[in-house]
């Protein structure tokens, strides 16, 4: 069995999507879906070691899956690729995650005539809103904040002004590029809350739309990217947890270090396969979506 695994990789979680790789046999009928929570760890060196499991994994059921990783900007491509190697792991691909976002949206029927994107993603630390030309998929004006963040969501903090605010946002941005916007799609695990796509439809007039598992789009498109590699020679090693937890209370730094590797092999050991679903349980969905061939590179040096 082939398979690709799309990685992204936020403050707050490390989303993990496995597809069936182009012409691969017995591959999953549907893609899954799974969400680590970062807790006190560093989330490059997490997504790092979560991919060494895998692909460990999938080498001892003779299968092979080619990653993709959404990164952020330089700084954590850089420190993505560092965790990697560290864990051995050297067949990747790093790709922009404007990239991946813009790919997966690439197979939405709803945004097929759509040329100015503007993509609202609210994620668990904070809210980047950019404005994008698909026409030649550069980002032509973007702002990043923290007075609206999807954790404050949910814990039922109030926050239909910062909603209002970042509405306010959009069309400031939207000035500032010289674009009309055709739609405003919203992503991020924020995107669930009810209230950020009601506000923003009472305040904005683009029209607003949630993207499919708007919390998966990063690394859909990543998985999409992914280049298919050749059946390894030899069986990747499981890596073991060495990476440093960054600062909390003493008692989660003991107990991450007590329970993290165990957990982290409960939540993806058998990804794709079927099975280690124990701890954090199914996300898989049913989808039609067929990957695409890859247009950004950032393989092994």
């Given at each position: 069995?082939?398979?690709?695994?799309?990685?992204?990789?936020?403050?707050?979680?490390?989303?993990?999507?496995?597809?069936?790789?182009?012409?691969?046999?017995?591959?999953?009928?549907?893609?899954?879906?799974?969400?680590?929570?970062?807790?006190?760890?560093?989330?490059?060196?997490?997504?790092?070691?979560?991919?060494?499991?895998?692909?460990?994994?999938?080498?001892?059921?003779?299968?092979?899956?080619?990653?993709?990783?959404?990164?952020?900007?330089?700084?954590?491509?850089?420190?993505?690729?560092?965790?990697?190697?560290?864990?051995?792991?050297?067949?990747?691909?790093?790709?922009?995650?404007?990239?991946a976002v813009l790919e997966r949206l690439?197979?939405?029927?709803?945004?097929?005539?759509?040329?100015?994107?503007?993509?609202?993603?609210?994620?668990?630390?904070?809210?980047?809103?950019s404005v994008v030309d698909r026409s030649?998929?550069?980002?032509?004006?973007?702002?990043?904040?923290?007075?609206?963040?999807?954790?404050?969501?949910?814990?039922?903090?109030?926050?239909?002004?910062?909603?209002?605010?970042?509405?306010?946002?959009?069309?400031?941005?939207?000035?500032?590029?010289?674009?009309?916007?055709?739609?405003?799609?919203?992503?991020?695990?924020?995107?669930?809350?009810?209230?950020?796509?009601?506000?923003?439809?009472?305040?904005?007039?683009?029209?607003?739309?949630?993207?499919?598992?708007?919390?998966?789009?990063?690394?859909?498109?990543?998985?999409?990217?992914?280049?298919?590699?050749?059946?390894?020679?030899?069986?990747?090693?499981?890596?073991?947890?060495?990476?440093?937890?960054?600062?909390?209370?003493?008692?989660?730094?003991?107990?991450?270090?007590?329970?993290?590797?165990?957990?982290?092999?409960?939540?993806?050991?058998?990804?794709?396969?079927?099975?280690?679903?124990?701890?954090?349980?199914?996300?898989?969905?049913?989808?039609?979506?067929?990957?695409?061939?890859?247009?950004?590179?950032?393989?092994?040096?």
């Amino acid at each position: 069995m082939s398979a690709v695994l799309g990685v992204s990789v936020g403050a707050g979680f490390v989303r993990m999507v496995q597809l069936p790789e182009p012409g691969s046999s017995g591959a999953p009928a549907r893609p899954e879906r799974r969400s680590i929570v970062v807790d006190t760890w560093a989330p490059e060196e997490l997504a790092a070691e979560a991919i060494g499991i895998v692909l460990a994994d999938a080498a001892e059921s003779g299968s092979t899956v080619s990653v993709s990783i959404a990164y952020s900007d330089e700084a954590q491509a850089a420190a993505l690729d560092a965790a990697l190697r560290r864990q051995e792991v050297t067949n990747f691909r790093l790709v922009p995650e404007h990239a991946a976002v813009l790919e997966r949206l690439t197979r939405d029927e709803r945004l097929a005539d759509r040329r100015t994107l503007v993509l609202y993603d609210l994620g668990s630390s904070g809210l980047t809103v950019s404005v994008v030309d698909r026409s030649t998929g550069s980002i032509v004006a973007s702002e990043r904040s923290t007075q609206l963040r999807g954790e404050d969501l949910n814990t039922n903090v109030p926050a239909s002004e910062a909603i209002a605010d970042s509405a306010d946002l959009i069309g400031e941005l939207a000035e500032q590029s010289g674009l009309l916007p055709d739609v405003v799609v919203v992503l991020g695990g924020g995107a669930h809350v009810a209230e950020v796509p009601s506000v923003l439809e009472q305040r904005s007039t683009i029209p607003i739309l949630v993207a499919d598992a708007p919390e998966f789009t990063a690394a859909t498109g990543a998985a999409l990217l992914a280049v298919p590699v050749a059946k390894p020679a030899a069986k990747p090693r499981r890596p073991s947890r060495t990476s440093k937890p960054r600062p909390g209370t003493s008692w989660q730094v003991a107990g991450a270090v007590a329970a993290g590797a165990t957990l982290l092999a409960i939540a993806v050991i058998g990804f794709g396969l079927g099975y280690g679903r124990a701890y954090f349980g199914p996300e898989t969905v049913a989808s039609t979506e067929e990957p695409a061939q890859p247009v950004v590179d950032s393989g092994p040096r």
